[in-house]
């Protein structure tokens, strides 16, 4: 084989030498072809007899792939080729016997071996490098003219290039478990480097920090879905058979006591009214004159029934009473919208309107199944509404309900809390609603998070064991 000098840049020669190289060694089905695709390319483009790559395996240098598709015993094979390989690897820099450079002296003895052994015209091994840690080398031979300068430095480019692709196709074929040990590695080499003061320092206040979040007792909330209701809530109904004839009041609107919400017609009271009036004029008159004939069986008769008829129109004037639906307190209506139901029938007993106390609200929160255990009535927490973000109202537990409902697929259970009577209750008393919505958090007594990581991590292998056993 005839030796030839690297293509020149001008040429763009090693532009297409380093895509050829990236694409050799990317479809290459595992490392150990890629590193021997990498070496054939380098043979070829360097006019080389034979082309090596080591790579370190711990503190040993052990070639992994020749060029032209070569076989080897790689395991202890080679000897004089790791030794080259290794004296470049730790002096950290590209070795070429013989040389035309002129700068730093290095220790060429191991090549100067494998020259004259082998009877070679250059040798020139260049070590494989990332973020300053080598992790191999690659070695050229040849058998008719030396390596120039400008040879080393095309071949350092290569390599620069190469070096990340092959580094990832190693680290993809090592166990989960090497790189781990690997990575761990590299930290305790920065660890002990003395330019990693800020490493040092920031992993000790990491671990303080660390330290202290696991053994310092800290607050615990619990958080759940909250919406206000009223205190008390009023069902107002309809009194009596009828139709609707107005509608005062929608939902959302402020009524005081005595404030009349909605009316039922009452044309056919009126009318029965007048009826019974005039029955009771009749037997009026006829207990008048029976009496003043002295006769006093027919005036008992008609007293009788002048009194029927007075109870009958103390009911009619009952029944025209009730025909106006009135607010029993201040609150707001919070459910019926009967402006739509202008002259429909009602029947009594009928739900009309629903009313709630205006300045009277409870917090009802729907906790998490798994958070219920560490409730307890009279825990503190804060309630943030959707509607006032600013104004965060402080609350106390004062029922934990046995109703459970589905919210999101999973089983919440309903807590009843109280608003705590402070200014800042009083100044969102008049923006405040029943059924605004918001989050609450109840607060727990304080402990470590390592216990309490510890306590959730308990529960849930005793419950698994309970379940698989």
């Keep these: 084989m005839t030796d030839a000098p690297l293509p020149k840049h001008a040429s763009g020669g090693m532009a297409h030498a380093r895509q050829a190289s990236m694409q050799s060694v990317l479809q290459a089905a595992n490392f150990a072809e890629a590193v021997s695709a990498f070496a054939s390319e380098v043979a070829a483009l360097a006019g080389c007899r034979r082309v090596a790559l080591g ?17 080897a015993v790689l395991r202890g094979a080679l000897p004089d080729v790791a030794e080259a390989m290794f004296e470049a690897v730790q002096q950290r820099a590209s070795v070429c016997v013989p040389s035309d450079s002129k700068g730093l002296p290095l220790i060429t ?29 690659l070695m050229c031979e040849r058998t008719d ?22 580094i990832l196709k190693r680290e993809l074929e090592r166990p989960w478990h090497e790189r781990l040990w690997r990575r761990l ?19 000790r206040l990491a671990a303080l920090a660390a330290l202290g979040l696991l053994v310092v007792p800290l607050p615990h909330r619990v958080a759940a879905h909250a919406h206000l209701d009223g205190a008390e809530q009023r ?47 009749q037997h009026e008159n006829a207990f008048a004159e029976a009496f003043a004939r002295g006769d006093r069986a027919q005036a008992a008769v008609e007293q009788a ?59 009802m ?72 919505q918001g989050v609450g958090k109840i607060s727990l007594p304080a402990e470590p998070l390592a216990w309490r990581w510890a306590r959730q991590a308990w529960g849930w292998l005793r419950y698994a064991a309970w379940a698989w056993i």
């Design 55 to 71: 790579w370190m395996l711990g503190d040993e240098m052990r070639v992994m792939g020749l060029s032209h598709g070569a076989e």
């Design 145 to 166: 003219e030396p390596f120039r300068a400008d040879d080393v430095l095309a071949l350092e480019q290569l390599v620069s290039t190469v070096t990340p692709l092959l």
């Design 185 to 203: 590695d590299r930290l305790r080499a920065r660890w002990h480097d003395p330019r990693e003061v800020a490493l040092r320092w920031g992993v």
């Design 365 to 436: 929160l729907e906790a998490a199944e798994a958070d219920v255990a560490s409730l307890s009535v009279g825990q503190g927490g804060s309630l943030l509404l959707s509607a006032l973000p600013n104004q965060p109202l402080r609350f106390t537990v004062a029922r934990i309900t046995p109703v459970t409902k589905l919210t999101d697929g999973a089983l919440h259970y309903e807590i009843e809390a109280q608003l705590l009577p402070e200014p800042a209750l009083q100044q969102a008393l008049q923006q405040l609603r029943p059924g605004l």
């Design 305 to 363: 029934k002048a009194a029927e008829s007075r109870a009958q129109l103390e009911l009619a004037d009952e029944q025209l009473a009730h025909t106006k639906l009135v607010a029993p307190y201040d609150g707001v209506v919070i459910q019926g919208d009967l402006t739509q139901m202008l002259g429909a029938p009602v029947k009594r007993a009928d739900t009309l309107l629903v009313l709630a106390p205006g300045l009277q609200y409870r917090v």
């Design 235 to 281: 069902v107002m109904t309809a009194p009596q058979d009828g139709y609707l004839r107005a509608v005062h009041v929608r939902p959302g609107d402020v009524v005081k006591a005595g404030q009349v919400l909605a009316e039922l017609s009452d044309d056919e009271l009126q009318h029965t009214r007048r009826a019974r009036q005039a029955e009771l004029a």
């Design 109 to 137: 003895q191991a090549h100067q071996v494998l020259l004259r052994k082998d009877g070679l015209a250059g040798v020139l091994t260049v070590p494989l490098a990332q973020h300053g840690e080598v992790v191999g080398a």
